[in-house]
């Protein structure tokens, strides 16, 4: 299974961009998606995650600016992110709790997209 991130850029503070997560391979259902980051120096932390019953949950410094989404036949999960700020500049990075089987989940991560919001 291969996780593939996309949409990373420049922007300026205040302004949108959009990440995308498209999984591929041996793929039974996927269960929880999730977005991390990661900022130099810094530890990796969860931004946003999304059940395969589509309930989300949030990092309390996204909530209201950013919305995780996912396209089940697409096999792909989106990070809307809105009113950017210069601290959200980070690597961006997809995980996906994977069903390669009816009974055996495997937990995959992509290599990330790096997003850098300009003051």
């Known amino acids: 299974v291969q996780l593939v991130e996309s949409g990373g850029g420049l922007v300026q503070a205040g302004g949108s961009l959009r990440v995308s997560c498209a999984a591929s391979?041996?793929?039974?259902?996927?269960?929880?998606r999730c977005w991390y980051r990661q900022a130099p120096g810094k530890q990796r932390e969860l931004v946003a995650a999304i059940t395969s019953g589509d309930s989300t949950n949030y990092a309390d410094s996204v909530k209201g600016r950013f919305t995780i989404s996912r396209d089940n036949a697409k096999n792909t999960v989106y990070l809307q992110m809105n009113s950017l700020k210069p601290e959200d500049t980070a690597v961006y990075l997809c995980n996906a709790d994977v069903r390669v089987t009816p009974t055996i989940s495997v937990d995959y991560w992509g290599k990330g997209t790096l997003v850098t919001v300009s003051s």
């Open positions: 391979g041996r793929i039974f259902m996927i269960n929880a």
